[in-house]
């Protein structure tokens, strides 16, 4: 069989089926697509996501959202590491030099909260690049 194939050379398999044939390649895939309005109930059931429109464009669209939601949790990830490690180092350094700490608890409050709210609101409004599909799953 060819998912079988496939996922011994180490690749990732996805396959869309409707039909009842279709059931045993939908389960063996790593990811099954059914078609939600001709498919049969047998390959909904072995399959891991239901396409309610019948339309392959949909798994398009889930992949690139999907990849950019990704990506923008990644970067916020980064961007918040980032900030709290600065703000660490300039806390530690300047206890150390000074005998008492640069920042204060409400300041690092203060920045952390701005921080969140405008980090967040920046790279979760990012719209997805038309190279997200460009890269290996």
Do not use: C
């Not at 790593?30 to 996501?49: E, N, P, R, S």
């Amino acid at each position: 069989m060819m998912v079988t194939g496939l996922k011994q050379f180490g690749d990732t398999v996805a396959v869309t089926g409707d039909g009842t044939n279709d059931a045993p390649a939908l389960k063996k895939a790593d990811v099954g697509f059914a078609m939600g309005i001709a498919g049969t109930d047998v390959a909904k059931h072995a399959a891991d996501i239901i396409l309610l429109d019948d339309n392959f464009a949909s798994i398009v669209r889930a992949v690139v959202w999907g990849r950019n939601i990704y990506d923008n949790i990644r970067r916020f990830l980064q961007f918040q590491l980032t900030v709290n490690v600065v703000a660490l180092v300039v806390s530690f350094i300047g206890a150390a030099i000074m005998r008492e700490s640069p920042l204060q608890a409400i300041q690092l409050l203060w920045v952390n909260l701005i921080m969140d709210s405008l980090a967040s609101l920046a790279l979760a409004t990012e719209p997805p690049k038309d190279t997200l599909l460009d890269r290996p799953p």
